[in-house]
Each structure stands twice: as C-alpha cells, then as structure tokens.
C-alpha cells in the first residue's frame, strides 16, 4: 500500500515540477525563453501509444480481425 502511495505522490509532485516550471519561463523569442513542454506533441504521442496499446490488447486477446479492420 505504501509503495502505490508513493508513485501516486511521485507523480504528482512531477507533474507540479513540470507544470511551475514551464509557468516560470519568460516568454520572449530567445532559446531560454522556449517552454519546457509541447502539450500539443505529448497529446499526440500519448495518442499513438494508446492505439498501439490497444491493437496490441486485441491481438492478443484474441480480436486479431478487429484488429487488423482498423490498421
């Protein structure tokens, strides 16, 4: 129990890092002043990540035709 508290905090006190860090950077056209994150390339990756995952998920639980409609 402790250790699923634990990711939980863990992720949680990285997600608040990431979010006052990127706050904290002045905005200006100079490579300083560059966000620490594109949300618009984290979208779409977790995006691509979840369909592999579930075509994936498919095949091997057995729904390889479904899988293979969707490719």
């Known amino acids: 129990m402790r250790f699923a508290v634990g990711v939980i905090v863990g992720v949680l006190i990285t ?7 990127h706050g904290a950077v002045p905005s200006g056209t ?5 966000p620490m ?3 618009e390339v ?3 990756s977790v995006h691509d990540l979840s369909d592999t995952v ?3 998920w498919a095949r091997l639980t ?3 035709r479904r899988a ?3 490719i």
């Open 15 to 21: 997600i608040a890092a990431a979010y006052l860090r």
């Open 30 to 34: 100079g490579a300083e002043a560059r």
């Open 37 to 39: 994150v594109n949300w």
């Open 42 to 44: 984290v979208d779409r």
């Open 54 to 56: 579930r075509e994936q």
């Open 62 to 64: 057995g729904g390889v």
């Open 68 to 70: 293979e409609k969707n």
